[in-house]
């Protein structure tokens, strides 16, 4: 599987990851089908913010609000992982839900910089896809 994934959109969460460091950020991300046309920043409603997250309810239906008026839907959310890499964590898979849902993750971890990897949910683990920036 293969993901279009605008630059603009990996900017957008590199962003606010940074911003929101060392607490995770979180956001959803808005789209059609493998397509992904923006990032909605959330709020982080977990009490552990630097090591989980949880998107605040309110952030989520405004988002699907917001994506159903514009004829698309929520496909994904992201999250940053500070102090560990782009790959799922234990908690990621137990707390996923959706077979299909896209994860972006996005490392802050390595001195060389943000890492993005993006993950599809198959219903008993997760996929890694390419992404195809436009």
Sequence with gaps: MRVRLPRE????VVEHARRQAPDECCGLLIGRGSSVVRAVAARNAHR???V??????????????AARAEGRRIIGAYHSHVRSSVRPSRTDLAEAQEPGFLYLIVSLASR?????????FTGGGFERVDRVTP
């Design 9 to 12: 959109v990996v900017a957008a």
């Design 48 to 50: 552990r913010r630097r």
């Design 52 to 65: 989980r997250y949880r998107v605040d309810p309110r952030d989520h239906f405004a988002a699907l609000r």
């Design 112 to 120: 060389r910089g943000p890492r993005i990897g993006i993950y599809r």
